[in-house]
Protein backbone atom coordinates (compact mmCIF):
# COMPACT_ATOMS: atom_id res chain seq x y z
CA UNK A 1 0.00 0.00 0.00
CA UNK A 2 1.65 3.38 -1.00
CA UNK A 3 0.26 6.97 -1.20
CA UNK A 4 2.05 9.90 -2.15
CA UNK A 5 0.45 13.59 -1.80
CA UNK A 6 2.98 16.78 -2.64
CA UNK A 7 1.22 19.90 -1.17
CA UNK A 8 1.91 23.43 -3.29
CA UNK A 9 5.80 22.06 -4.10
CA UNK A 10 8.43 24.72 -4.95
CA UNK A 11 11.69 24.03 -6.10
CA UNK A 12 14.10 26.78 -6.76
CA UNK A 13 17.60 26.30 -7.49
CA UNK A 14 20.91 28.07 -6.38
CA UNK A 15 20.92 30.20 -9.07
CA UNK A 16 17.72 31.66 -9.63
CA UNK A 17 15.91 28.95 -11.25
CA UNK A 18 12.06 28.33 -10.28
CA UNK A 19 11.90 25.13 -11.98
CA UNK A 20 8.90 24.04 -10.19
CA UNK A 21 6.32 25.66 -9.25
CA UNK A 22 3.20 25.39 -6.64
CA UNK A 23 3.01 21.58 -7.85
CA UNK A 24 -0.19 19.72 -6.12
CA UNK A 25 -0.99 15.58 -6.53
CA UNK A 26 -2.23 13.45 -4.93
CA UNK A 27 -1.52 9.67 -5.86
CA UNK A 28 -3.37 7.00 -4.57
CA UNK A 29 -2.09 3.37 -4.17
CA UNK A 30 -1.37 1.20 -7.70
CA UNK A 31 -1.61 4.47 -9.85
CA UNK A 32 0.61 4.63 -12.83
CA UNK A 33 1.26 8.62 -12.79
CA UNK A 34 3.07 10.33 -15.84
CA UNK A 35 5.00 13.25 -15.99
CA UNK A 36 4.83 14.57 -19.58
CA UNK A 37 6.04 17.99 -21.37
CA UNK A 38 8.65 19.51 -23.06
CA UNK A 39 12.67 19.01 -21.74
CA UNK A 40 13.37 21.49 -19.05
CA UNK A 41 9.58 21.47 -17.77
CA UNK A 42 10.25 20.02 -14.26
CA UNK A 43 9.61 16.85 -14.48
CA UNK A 44 12.84 15.13 -13.20
CA UNK A 45 13.15 18.08 -10.49
CA UNK A 46 9.94 16.97 -9.23
CA UNK A 47 10.84 13.05 -9.50
CA UNK A 48 14.15 13.98 -7.53
CA UNK A 49 12.47 15.84 -4.49
CA UNK A 50 10.35 12.90 -4.38
CA UNK A 51 13.01 10.54 -4.58
CA UNK A 52 15.26 12.49 -1.86
CA UNK A 53 17.91 13.50 -4.15
CA UNK A 54 17.30 16.93 -4.95
CA UNK A 55 15.57 19.61 -1.73
CA UNK A 56 12.12 20.56 -1.98
CA UNK A 57 12.32 24.48 -1.58
CA UNK A 58 9.25 25.09 -0.51
CA UNK A 59 5.70 22.78 0.28
CA UNK A 60 5.10 19.46 1.81
CA UNK A 61 5.99 15.42 0.34
CA UNK A 62 3.25 13.09 2.23
CA UNK A 63 4.12 9.15 1.70
CA UNK A 64 1.90 6.98 3.11
CA UNK A 65 0.57 9.93 5.64
CA UNK A 66 4.08 10.69 6.86
CA UNK A 67 5.94 13.82 5.78
CA UNK A 68 8.97 12.58 4.23
CA UNK A 69 10.46 15.98 3.45
CA UNK A 70 14.09 15.10 5.50
CA UNK A 71 14.20 11.49 5.47
CA UNK A 72 16.78 10.67 3.49
CA UNK A 73 16.58 8.67 0.02
CA UNK A 74 17.73 5.26 1.54
CA UNK A 75 14.72 5.46 4.44
CA UNK A 76 11.53 6.16 1.81
CA UNK A 77 11.26 2.44 0.72
CA UNK A 78 11.42 3.27 -2.93
CA UNK A 79 13.35 2.56 -6.33
CA UNK A 80 15.07 4.08 -9.18
CA UNK A 81 14.93 3.58 -12.81
CA UNK A 82 17.23 5.69 -15.01
CA UNK A 83 18.07 6.09 -18.44
CA UNK A 84 21.20 5.38 -18.38
CA UNK A 85 21.13 1.92 -16.91
CA UNK A 86 23.33 2.26 -13.52
CA UNK A 87 24.74 -1.59 -13.86
CA UNK A 88 27.63 -2.43 -11.84
CA UNK A 89 29.53 -3.59 -14.78
CA UNK A 90 32.47 -5.96 -12.68
CA UNK A 91 29.32 -7.79 -11.90
CA UNK A 92 27.05 -10.43 -13.35
CA UNK A 93 23.50 -10.29 -13.78
CA UNK A 94 22.79 -12.00 -10.73
CA UNK A 95 25.30 -9.56 -8.74
CA UNK A 96 23.38 -7.08 -9.98
CA UNK A 97 19.96 -8.17 -9.04
CA UNK A 98 21.60 -9.25 -5.58
CA UNK A 99 23.28 -6.23 -5.00
CA UNK A 100 20.61 -4.66 -2.86
CA UNK A 101 19.57 -7.47 -0.92
CA UNK A 102 22.70 -7.72 -0.16
CA UNK A 103 23.16 -4.56 1.34
CA UNK A 104 20.50 -5.39 3.42
CA UNK A 105 21.84 -9.15 4.78
CA UNK A 106 19.51 -10.63 3.68
CA UNK A 107 19.54 -14.89 3.83
CA UNK A 108 21.30 -16.19 0.50
CA UNK A 109 18.46 -18.34 0.55
CA UNK A 110 15.44 -15.47 -0.02
CA UNK A 111 18.30 -13.63 -2.21
CA UNK A 112 18.20 -16.37 -4.59
CA UNK A 113 14.59 -16.76 -4.70
CA UNK A 114 13.62 -13.01 -5.02
CA UNK A 115 16.61 -12.73 -7.94
CA UNK A 116 15.11 -16.01 -9.44
CA UNK A 117 11.83 -14.85 -9.06
CA UNK A 118 12.74 -11.05 -11.08
CA UNK A 119 14.68 -13.09 -13.57
CA UNK A 120 11.53 -14.90 -14.59
CA UNK A 121 9.17 -12.07 -14.46
CA UNK A 122 11.38 -9.85 -16.71
CA UNK A 123 12.81 -13.09 -18.61
CA UNK A 124 16.00 -12.61 -18.32
CA UNK A 125 16.97 -16.06 -16.29
CA UNK A 126 19.44 -17.03 -19.26
CA UNK A 127 21.13 -14.35 -18.99
CA UNK A 128 22.05 -14.49 -15.02
CA UNK A 129 25.89 -15.22 -15.62
CA UNK A 130 26.42 -12.67 -18.07
CA UNK A 131 28.61 -9.10 -17.84
CA UNK A 132 26.59 -6.37 -18.70
CA UNK A 133 28.94 -5.81 -21.57
CA UNK A 134 27.68 -8.52 -22.80
CA UNK A 135 23.86 -7.82 -22.96
CA UNK A 136 21.95 -5.35 -25.69
CA UNK A 137 20.16 -2.07 -24.90
CA UNK A 138 17.20 -3.64 -24.12
CA UNK A 139 18.50 -6.34 -22.07
CA UNK A 140 20.38 -3.84 -19.70
CA UNK A 141 17.59 -2.06 -19.41
CA UNK A 142 15.44 -5.11 -18.51
CA UNK A 143 18.28 -5.72 -15.58
CA UNK A 144 18.17 -2.15 -14.29
CA UNK A 145 14.40 -2.61 -14.05
CA UNK A 146 15.45 -6.10 -11.95
CA UNK A 147 17.28 -4.86 -9.85
CA UNK A 148 14.40 -1.94 -8.85
CA UNK A 149 11.80 -4.44 -8.72
CA UNK A 150 13.96 -6.85 -6.54
CA UNK A 151 14.13 -4.64 -3.71
CA UNK A 152 9.79 -4.81 -3.21
CA UNK A 153 9.82 -1.25 -3.15
CA UNK A 154 6.37 0.76 -1.89
CA UNK A 155 6.67 3.23 -4.89
CA UNK A 156 8.57 2.91 -8.59
CA UNK A 157 10.06 5.94 -9.61
CA UNK A 158 10.97 6.30 -13.38
CA UNK A 159 13.00 8.76 -15.57
CA UNK A 160 12.94 8.42 -19.11
CA UNK A 161 13.73 4.49 -18.58
CA UNK A 162 13.28 4.06 -22.33
CA UNK A 163 14.81 6.94 -24.36
CA UNK A 164 17.87 5.12 -24.86
CA UNK A 165 16.50 2.51 -26.94
CA UNK A 166 15.62 2.34 -30.57
CA UNK A 167 11.81 2.69 -31.78
CA UNK A 168 11.33 -1.07 -32.06
CA UNK A 169 12.78 -2.11 -28.45
CA UNK A 170 11.27 1.25 -26.82
CA UNK A 171 7.37 0.03 -27.99
CA UNK A 172 8.45 -3.38 -27.12
CA UNK A 173 9.57 -2.32 -23.59
CA UNK A 174 6.71 -0.21 -23.23
CA UNK A 175 4.19 -2.88 -23.40
CA UNK A 176 6.79 -4.93 -20.75
CA UNK A 177 6.58 -2.17 -18.18
CA UNK A 178 2.52 -1.80 -18.29
CA UNK A 179 2.71 -5.53 -18.04
CA UNK A 180 4.93 -4.99 -15.09
CA UNK A 181 2.85 -2.88 -13.29
CA UNK A 182 -0.57 -4.58 -13.15
CA UNK A 183 2.09 -8.13 -12.33
CA UNK A 184 3.01 -5.97 -9.66
CA UNK A 185 0.24 -4.01 -8.74
CA UNK A 186 2.63 -1.07 -7.16
CA UNK A 187 2.38 2.48 -7.39
CA UNK A 188 4.62 4.01 -10.22
CA UNK A 189 5.91 7.09 -10.97
CA UNK A 190 7.19 8.17 -14.74
CA UNK A 191 9.15 10.78 -16.36
CA UNK A 192 8.71 11.20 -19.74
CA UNK A 193 8.91 13.78 -22.66
CA UNK A 194 6.97 11.25 -25.24
CA UNK A 195 3.28 11.50 -25.35
CA UNK A 196 2.72 8.21 -26.76
CA UNK A 197 4.25 6.75 -23.76
CA UNK A 198 2.20 9.01 -21.48
CA UNK A 199 -0.52 8.35 -23.64
CA UNK A 200 -0.62 4.34 -23.30
CA UNK A 201 0.69 3.90 -19.62
CA UNK A 202 -0.50 6.91 -17.82
CA UNK A 203 -3.52 5.74 -15.53
CA UNK A 204 -3.15 9.44 -14.44
CA UNK A 205 -0.90 12.21 -16.66
CA UNK A 206 0.54 15.37 -15.38
CA UNK A 207 1.04 17.55 -18.11
CA UNK A 208 3.94 20.42 -17.28
CA UNK A 209 5.26 23.38 -18.86
CA UNK A 210 7.83 25.67 -17.50
CA UNK A 211 7.55 24.59 -14.25
CA UNK A 212 3.93 24.74 -13.87
CA UNK A 213 1.31 21.96 -13.55
CA UNK A 214 -1.12 22.49 -16.94
CA UNK A 215 -3.72 19.27 -16.08
CA UNK A 216 -3.74 16.45 -14.48
CA UNK A 217 -6.13 13.81 -15.77
CA UNK A 218 -6.79 10.40 -17.51
CA UNK A 219 -5.15 9.74 -21.09
CA UNK A 220 -8.83 9.83 -22.56
CA UNK A 221 -10.12 12.99 -20.61
CA UNK A 222 -6.46 14.97 -21.30
CA UNK A 223 -7.45 14.01 -25.44
CA UNK A 224 -11.06 14.73 -25.57
CA UNK A 225 -11.03 18.09 -23.10
CA UNK A 226 -7.32 20.03 -23.09
CA UNK A 227 -7.53 22.62 -20.74
CA UNK A 228 -5.82 24.82 -23.27
CA UNK A 229 -3.78 25.02 -26.46
CA UNK A 230 -0.81 23.89 -24.69
CA UNK A 231 -2.06 20.67 -23.84
CA UNK A 232 -3.96 20.23 -27.05
CA UNK A 233 -0.98 20.80 -28.87
CA UNK A 234 0.88 18.35 -26.75
CA UNK A 235 -1.26 15.49 -26.76
CA UNK A 236 -1.64 13.19 -29.83
CA UNK A 237 -0.08 12.92 -32.86
CA UNK A 238 -0.14 14.11 -35.69
CA UNK A 239 -0.18 17.14 -33.51
CA UNK A 240 -3.71 18.98 -33.22
CA UNK A 241 -4.64 21.51 -36.07
CA UNK A 242 -5.18 25.08 -34.85
CA UNK A 243 -7.46 27.36 -37.21
CA UNK A 244 -7.94 30.96 -36.66
CA UNK A 245 -11.19 32.18 -37.14
CA UNK A 246 -13.69 34.92 -36.00
CA UNK A 247 -17.03 34.72 -34.23
CA UNK A 248 -19.46 36.75 -36.54
CA UNK A 249 -23.12 37.26 -36.28
CA UNK A 250 -25.65 37.76 -38.91
CA UNK A 251 -29.23 38.13 -38.41
CA UNK A 252 -28.94 37.04 -34.80
CA UNK A 253 -27.31 33.74 -35.95
CA UNK A 254 -23.60 32.60 -35.41
CA UNK A 255 -20.88 31.29 -37.67
CA UNK A 256 -16.92 31.27 -37.86
CA UNK A 257 -15.05 33.46 -40.17
CA UNK A 258 -11.80 31.59 -41.72
CA UNK A 259 -10.08 33.46 -43.63
CA UNK A 260 -12.85 34.32 -46.41
CA UNK A 261 -14.87 31.36 -45.56
CA UNK A 262 -17.55 30.90 -43.33
CA UNK A 263 -18.39 28.17 -41.40
CA UNK A 264 -21.89 27.17 -40.07
CA UNK A 265 -22.00 26.28 -36.28
CA UNK A 266 -24.87 24.36 -34.25
CA UNK A 267 -27.16 26.17 -31.91
CA UNK A 268 -25.73 24.92 -29.04
CA UNK A 269 -22.11 26.21 -30.11
CA UNK A 270 -24.19 29.58 -31.17
CA UNK A 271 -25.48 29.70 -27.01
CA UNK A 272 -22.54 29.10 -26.00
CA UNK A 273 -20.35 32.14 -28.17
CA UNK A 274 -23.43 34.40 -26.88
CA UNK A 275 -22.83 33.55 -23.23
CA UNK A 276 -19.26 33.38 -22.95
CA UNK A 277 -19.60 36.96 -25.33
CA UNK A 278 -17.16 35.64 -27.86
CA UNK A 279 -19.17 37.27 -30.67
CA UNK A 280 -17.13 39.41 -33.03
CA UNK A 281 -13.80 38.15 -31.11
CA UNK A 282 -11.01 36.16 -32.58
CA UNK A 283 -10.74 32.91 -31.50
CA UNK A 284 -8.79 29.77 -32.41
CA UNK A 285 -10.56 26.52 -33.96
CA UNK A 286 -8.79 23.02 -32.56
CA UNK A 287 -9.33 19.94 -34.58
CA UNK A 288 -7.68 16.78 -34.06
CA UNK A 289 -6.39 15.74 -37.69
CA UNK A 290 -8.42 12.00 -37.61
CA UNK A 291 -11.59 14.29 -36.89
CA UNK A 292 -10.98 16.48 -40.49
CA UNK A 293 -12.64 14.12 -43.73
CA UNK A 294 -12.98 15.10 -47.36
CA UNK A 295 -15.60 14.89 -49.16
CA UNK A 296 -16.26 13.15 -52.71
CA UNK A 297 -18.29 15.47 -55.31
CA UNK A 298 -21.56 13.54 -54.47
CA UNK A 299 -21.65 14.30 -50.86
CA UNK A 300 -20.28 18.07 -51.44
CA UNK A 301 -22.75 20.25 -49.54
CA UNK A 302 -25.00 18.01 -48.04
CA UNK A 303 -23.11 17.27 -44.93
CA UNK A 304 -24.14 18.73 -41.69
CA UNK A 305 -20.69 19.42 -40.27
CA UNK A 306 -18.52 22.32 -40.59
CA UNK A 307 -17.13 22.54 -44.15
CA UNK A 308 -13.92 24.85 -45.23
CA UNK A 309 -12.36 24.66 -49.06
CA UNK A 310 -8.99 23.92 -49.05
CA UNK A 311 -6.38 22.59 -51.72
CA UNK A 312 -4.90 19.36 -50.42
CA UNK A 313 -0.89 19.56 -51.07
CA UNK A 314 1.21 16.52 -50.17
CA UNK A 315 -0.18 13.05 -49.30
CA UNK A 316 1.97 10.40 -47.14
CA UNK A 317 1.16 6.75 -46.74
CA UNK A 318 1.69 5.26 -43.36
CA UNK A 319 -0.11 1.75 -44.21
CA UNK A 320 -3.81 1.21 -43.34
CA UNK A 321 -4.16 5.58 -42.90
CA UNK A 322 -2.56 8.52 -44.70
CA UNK A 323 -1.96 11.98 -43.91
CA UNK A 324 -3.01 14.60 -46.46
CA UNK A 325 -1.25 18.15 -45.68
CA UNK A 326 -2.89 21.42 -47.11
CA UNK A 327 -2.46 25.14 -46.25
CA UNK A 328 -4.48 28.09 -45.05
CA UNK A 329 -2.80 31.67 -44.92
CA UNK A 330 0.59 29.91 -45.32
CA UNK A 331 0.31 27.97 -42.13
CA UNK A 332 0.19 23.86 -43.30
CA UNK A 333 -2.84 21.47 -41.70
CA UNK A 334 -3.19 17.95 -41.35
CA UNK A 335 -5.62 15.22 -42.05
CA UNK A 336 -5.47 11.52 -41.27
CA UNK A 337 -7.55 9.32 -43.99
CA UNK A 338 -7.58 6.50 -44.75
CA UNK A 339 -4.86 4.89 -47.22
CA UNK A 340 -7.86 3.87 -49.96
CA UNK A 341 -9.07 7.29 -50.25
CA UNK A 342 -8.92 9.10 -53.55
CA UNK A 343 -8.33 12.64 -52.10
CA UNK A 344 -6.81 14.52 -55.35
CA UNK A 345 -4.03 16.68 -54.63
CA UNK A 346 -3.86 20.26 -55.88
CA UNK A 347 -7.57 20.43 -56.84
CA UNK A 348 -9.96 22.95 -54.29
CA UNK A 349 -11.57 20.53 -52.52
CA UNK A 350 -14.26 20.44 -49.19
CA UNK A 351 -13.07 19.20 -46.16
CA UNK A 352 -14.98 18.60 -42.97
CA UNK A 353 -14.32 19.15 -39.59
CA UNK A 354 -16.63 17.45 -36.76
CA UNK A 355 -18.43 19.63 -35.20
CA UNK A 356 -18.46 17.88 -32.04
CA UNK A 357 -14.85 17.43 -32.44
CA UNK A 358 -14.19 21.11 -32.67
CA UNK A 359 -12.43 22.74 -29.52
CA UNK A 360 -11.96 26.43 -29.32
CA UNK A 361 -9.49 28.14 -27.45
CA UNK A 362 -9.57 32.02 -26.58
CA UNK A 363 -6.78 34.23 -28.56
CA UNK A 364 -5.24 35.41 -25.49
CA UNK A 365 -5.25 33.37 -22.88
CA UNK A 366 -5.00 29.81 -24.63
CA UNK A 367 -7.73 28.38 -22.28
CA UNK A 368 -10.02 26.10 -23.73
CA UNK A 369 -13.19 28.10 -24.27
CA UNK A 370 -15.71 25.00 -23.05
CA UNK A 371 -13.31 23.04 -21.38
CA UNK A 372 -15.33 21.68 -18.17
CA UNK A 373 -12.30 21.00 -16.54
CA UNK A 374 -12.38 24.93 -14.43
CA UNK A 375 -9.94 23.41 -12.05
CA UNK A 376 -6.73 22.92 -13.41
CA UNK A 377 -6.11 20.35 -10.78
CA UNK A 378 -8.84 18.08 -11.64
CA UNK A 379 -8.15 14.09 -11.20
P1 LIG B 1 12.89 18.11 -17.37
O1 LIG B 1 13.10 16.87 -16.56
O2 LIG B 1 11.44 18.40 -17.58
O3 LIG B 1 13.64 18.11 -18.65
P2 LIG B 1 14.39 19.43 -15.26
O4 LIG B 1 13.60 19.13 -14.05
O5 LIG B 1 15.62 18.62 -15.50
O6 LIG B 1 13.43 19.37 -16.54
O7 LIG B 1 14.80 20.97 -15.25
C1 LIG B 1 13.90 22.01 -14.95
C2 LIG B 1 14.63 23.33 -14.98
O8 LIG B 1 15.57 23.40 -13.90
C3 LIG B 1 15.43 23.60 -16.24
O9 LIG B 1 15.37 24.96 -16.53
C4 LIG B 1 16.84 23.20 -15.84
O10 LIG B 1 17.81 23.89 -16.60
C5 LIG B 1 16.89 23.61 -14.38
N1 LIG B 1 17.80 22.77 -13.58
C6 LIG B 1 17.81 21.42 -13.49
N2 LIG B 1 18.75 21.00 -12.62
C7 LIG B 1 19.37 22.12 -12.16
C8 LIG B 1 20.44 22.35 -11.22
N3 LIG B 1 21.04 21.35 -10.58
N4 LIG B 1 20.80 23.64 -10.98
C9 LIG B 1 20.16 24.66 -11.60
N5 LIG B 1 19.15 24.51 -12.49
C10 LIG B 1 18.76 23.26 -12.76
Redesign the pocket.
Given at each position: MSTLELKNINKI?E?G?A?VRDFNLEVKDKEFIIFV?P???????TLRMIAGLEEISEGELWIDNSLVNYVETKDRDLAMVFQNYALYPYMTVYENLAFSLRVRKLPKKEIDEKVRKTAKILQIEELLFRKPKALSGGQKQRVAIGSAIVREPKLFLMDEPLSNLDAKLRAQMRVEIAKLHKELSTTIIY?THDQTEAMTLGTKIVVMKD?IVQQIAQPKDLYENPINKFVAGFIGAPAMNFIDAVVRVRYRELYLEVLDQEIQINDFLSREFYAKGYVNEKIVIGIRPEDISFLTKEEQDVSQDSIITVVPDLRELLGAEANIYFKLANKTFCAVVPADNNIKLNEPTQLVMKQNKMLFFDVTTEENIFSIQKNKNFA
Open positions: YNVAGSGCGKSTVG
